[in-house]
C-alpha cells in the first residue's frame, strides 16, 4: 500500500496525487486514441454515444453530486442545446460558433431555472425540474416556425475548419472525445478551486456554508448554469451524432437515463460519469447479445444436464419467446435502478474502489469502511 | 355557459383521479418522507387486476373490484418490505430513485402480461346519464367525484380520530421519537403502503371508463398528480383533494379556451406558480428552518 506524505495545501489538490495515475491514464487515452483503428464501426458508434452521456454525466455530477441539488430535467438542457445547433446551422453559422453559443444559451436558461430552484429544496426540487423539462418540450413541439414542430430537424453533416466530419468518421468520435477530456479536466480544475468547495460545502450543509461566508444563492445559480452549459455543449455533439432530431426523443425518460448514468457511475467521483455511461450505453448491445444467444445457451446446458433433444428444443423456443417479449428492457432497467440503489449506492466506482482496498488490506478489509449511516431522527422537511 | 358547466363537471371528475393518485402520495410521504414515483403505476397495475377479475374472470363489478383493491394492498405491502424498507432513512433522491425503478419495472412487466392494447371495464356506471334540465352528466364521471369525497372523508377521519392514524402522524415526524414511544414503525409503514396501494387502485378502476387501462396510463396521469400534491401542499389530505380538482378543472379549462397545447402545459405552469410564490401550498403549514 502507497502512503502519500502531504506537506502542503497544494499537494492535496494535485490532479495527479502520484505518477501512477500518470501511467495509468496515460495507457487509458493511448488506448482511447487507437480505438477507431481497431474496433468495429458499431462500436465506435457506441462509443461516440458513451463520450456525449459521459459528458451530461459530468455535467449532472456538478449538480446533483457536488452541489446537491437533483434535476430530472436535463434532457430539455440537451434538447435546447441540440436545437441551438440546429437553427444556427440554418444560417450558415460555423461549427465554432454555434457551439459555443449553444452553450452560452443553455447556461444562461440554467441560470434561469436556477433562480426559480434556490428557493426549493428535495423532491421540490425534482418536481420543479420534471415540470421544465415538459413544458421545454411542448414548446419544442409547438414553436413550429423555430424548431419545426413535431416534423423534426435534419442537421447537416458538421464541417469543420472547412473539413466535413461525417458523423461515422473517427475525426467526430476525437472531437467528442477531445470535449469529454476537456470537460473532465476543467471540472476537476473547477472543483479543486474555490468554487467547487463553496458547490460541496452547500452539498453538505447549506447552513454551515453560509455561516463560512458562502453566498449559497449564487453558487447555487453558478452549478446550475455550468451544468446546464456543458449538457448544451454536449447536445450539440448529439444532434450531430443523430443527424436528426425531434422532440420526442428529449423525454423524461432520457431525464431519467442521465440520472441513472451517475447513479450506476457513483455520484461522488467524475469516474462515476464515465462508468455509468459506458454501462448505459452498452446495456443495449449487451441485451441484444443475449437475446440472440441466451436461448441456445440454455438448451444446451439443459443438454448436458440429460435433457433430450425435443426437450432441448422446447425449452430454446420458450426462452427465445421470453427474450423477445415487447417490455423486457424496460423490467430489466428497473430492476437494475432498484438493485442499485439497494445494494450498491455508491455505484461502479465505489465498487471498484472497494476492490481495490480489499486487496491494499488484505486480510484486514472492513465492510464498515463503506457504510452509510441512516438517518431517522432529522425530517427533510424541517431542515 | 352550459359548455362551461360541462367542461367544470369533466374537469372536477378528471381533478378527482389526479386527486386520488395524489392522495396516494401524500398519505406515503406523510407517514415515511418518501415520495413514491410509482404511485401511477400502483394505479396502472390496480386497474389490471380489475380487469383481470372482472373482465377475464367475470366477476361481478364490486367483488372485483374489492378483490382488486385487497391484491393491491398486499401488493403495496411488498414493494414498501422489498424496495423502500432496506433504505428508509438514506438520502430521499435514493429513495426517489428506487420508485422510479419499479415504476419502469412495473409498467413493462404489466405491458408484458396484459399486452399494450387499451382495455375497458365494464361498469354499473357506464351507460347511462343524468339530465338536469338541458344539462347532460354522465355517471362514470359522477361515479368517479362522489367516490373521491367518500375515499377523501374515510382518509381524514382515520388519519386525525383513530390511534392508528395518530401513530402515522407520529412516525412521519420523526421516526425514532415514534418508535421510543412504543409505536410499531415498520408495521405502520407497511399499513400505509397497503392504503395507498388501495387507494390507487380505487383510482384505477374509476377512471377505467373514462380514459381506458393501458400500461402508460400510470407515468402520464401520476406525473399530473405531481401539480395536485404540490398545490395542495404535500402532506394534507384535504390538500390533495381540492389541488387534485383545482388542477383537472384548470387543464380541461385550457383545452377548452385556449389555444391547442396550453392544455397539456397548463398544470405545470400553475405547478411552477405555486412552487415561487407560496411553496407550502394551499393546505400546508410553513416550516421554519431549523440548524
Not at chain 1, 432498484?338 to 450498491?344: D, G
Not at chain 1, 465505489?350 to 441512516?374: E, N, V
Not at chain 2, 371528475?13 to 389526479?18: K, T
Amino acid at each position: 500500500m502507497r502512503f502519500l506524505f502531504k506537506t502542503d495545501y497544494e499537494d492535496d489538490i494535485k490532479l495527479f496525487p502520484h505518477s501512477g495515475y500518470l501511467v495509468s491514464y496515460g495507457i487509458l487515452l493511448v488506448l482511447l486514441l487507437i480505438a477507431p483503428y481497431v474496433l468495429s464501426s458499431y462500436l465506435m458508434s457506441q462509443l461516440v454515444f458513451v463520450c456525449i452521456y459521459a459528458i451530461v454525466g459530468v455535467a449532472l455530477l456538478i449538480l446533483t453530486g457536488f452541489t446537491g441539488q437533483a434535476s430530472l430535467g436535463h434532457a430539455a438542457f440537451l434538447a435546447i442545446g441540440a436545437y441551438t445547433a440546429a437553427y444556427l446551422q440554418k444560417y450558415n453559422v460555423p461549427f465554432p460558433v454555434y457551439f459555443l453559443a449553444a452553450g452560452g444559451l443553455t447556461g444562461i436558461i440554467g441560470a434561469m431555472v436556477g433562480f426559480p430552484a434556490l428557493r426549493l429544496t428535495g423532491i421540490y426540487l425534482v418536481i420543479a425540474t420534471i415540470s421544465f423539462a415538459l413544458i421545454v418540450e411542448e414548446i419544442l413541439a409547438r414553436w413550429e416556425s423555430v424548431t419545426h414542430g413535431n416534423e423534426g430537424m435534419r442537421v447537416k453533416t458538421l464541417s469543420l475548419l472547412g473539413v466535413t466530419v461525417p458523423r461515422d468518421s473517427p475525426t467526430f468520435y476525437f472531437l467528442c472525445l477531445s470535449v469529454l477530456v476537456l470537460t473532465i479536466v476543467g471540472t476537476l480544475n473547477l472543483l479543486r478551486s474555490p468554487t467547487g468547495r463553496a458547490f460541496v460545502a452547500i452539498r453538505d450543509s447549506e447552513t454551515a456554508a453560509r455561516s463560512m461566508g458562502v453566498n449559497v444563492a449564487l453558487y447555487k445559480v453558478k452549478s446550475f448554469a455550468i451544468s446546464a452549459a456543458i449538457t448544451g455543449f454536449a447536445g450539440v455533439l448529439f444532434a450531430h451524432k443523430l443527424s436528426f432530431i425531434s422532440p420526442e426523443m428529449f423525454t423524461l425518460q432520457l431525464s431519467i437515463e442521465f440520472i441513472i448514468v451517475i447513479l450506476i457511475g457513483g455520484t461522488f467521483s467524475l469516474h462515476g460519469a464515465v462508468l455509468g455511461a459506458i454501462f448505459i450505453v452498452m446495456i443495449d448491445p449487451f441485451l441484444t447479445y443475449l437475446k440472440d444467444d441466451m436461448p441456445g445457451m440454455i438448451a444446451g446446458i439443459a443438454a448436458t444436464f440429460g435433457a433430450g433433444p425435443a426437450t432441448a428444443g422446447n425449452i430454446q423456443s420458450k426462452v427465445a419467446a421470453f427474450a423477445s417479449l415487447n417490455g423486457l428492457k424496460g423490467a430489466i432497467y428497473g430492476i437494475i435502478i432498484v438493485l442499485f440503489v439497494l445494494f450498491e449506492p455508491l455505484g461502479l466506482y465505489g465498487r471498484w474502489l472497494k476492490i481495490k482496498l480489499f486487496f491494499q488490506l488484505f486480510p484486514l478489509y472492513k465492510r464498515a469502511t463503506f457504510k452509510r449511516q441512516k438517518i431517522y431522527v432529522k425530517s427533510e422537511r424541517n431542515r | 355557459m352550459l359548455d362551461f358547466v360541462q367542461q367544470l363537471v369533466s374537469g372536477v371528475a378528471l381533478g378527482c383521479v389526479y386527486g386520488l393518485i395524489a392522495l396516494g402520495f401524500v398519505l406515503v410521504y406523510k407517514a415515511t418522507e418518501v415520495v413514491n414515483f410509482a404511485q401511477g403505476d400502483l394505479m396502472m397495475l390496480g386497474g389490471f387486476f380489475a380487469f383481470t377479475f372482472i373482465g377475464m374472470m367475470g366477476l361481478n363489478y364490486w367483488i372485483g373490484f374489492a378483490g382488486a383493491v385487497a391484491a393491491m394492498a398486499l401488493f403495496g405491502m411488498l414493494a414498501e418490505r422489498v424496495v423502500v424498507r432496506p433504505i428508509l432513512g438514506y438520502p430521499q433522491f435514493s429513495i426517489i430513485m428506487a420508485t422510479i425503478g419499479l415504476g419502469y419495472f412495473l409498467r413493462s412487466v404489466a405491458g408484458m402480461i396484459w399486452g399494450t392494447d387499451d382495455l375497458k371495464i365494464e361498469t354499473p356506471f357506464s351507460q347511462g346519464v343524468l339530465r338536469i334540465g338541458s344539462l347532460v352528466l354522465a355517471y362514470d364521471k359522477l361515479s368517479v367525484i362522489a367516490a373521491t369525497m367518500i375515499l377523501c372523508t374515510l382518509l381524514y377521519l382515520f388519519f386525525n380520530k383513530t390511534t392508528l392514524g395518530t401513530a402515522m402522524r407520529a412516525s412521519s415526524e420523526n421516526m425514532l421519537a415514534a418508535y421510543y414511544m412504543g409505536i410499531p414503525v415498520k408495521r405502520v409503514v407497511s399499513i400505509v403502503w397497503a392504503i395507498s396501494a388501495a387507494v390507487a387502485t380505487c383510482a384505477g378502476v374509476l377512471l377505467a371508463p373514462i380514459t381506458f387501462i393501458h400500461s402508460n396510463v400510470g407515468l402520464v396521469l401520476g406525473l399530473k398528480a405531481f401539480p395536485a400534491a404540490v398545490l395542495g401542499g404535500f402532506g394534507s389530505i384535504p390538500g390533495a383533494v381540492v389541488g387534485g380538482v383545482l388542477i383537472g378543472v384548470i387543464e380541461s379549462m385550457a383545452g377548452f379556451y385556449l389555444p391547442e397545447g396550453w392544455k397539456d402545459v397548463a398544470p405545470y405552469l400553475v405547478l411552477l406558480a405555486v412552487l415561487l410564490l407560496k411553496p407550502e401550498g394551499l393546505f400546508g403549514h410553513h416550516v421554519r428552518k431549523k440548524v
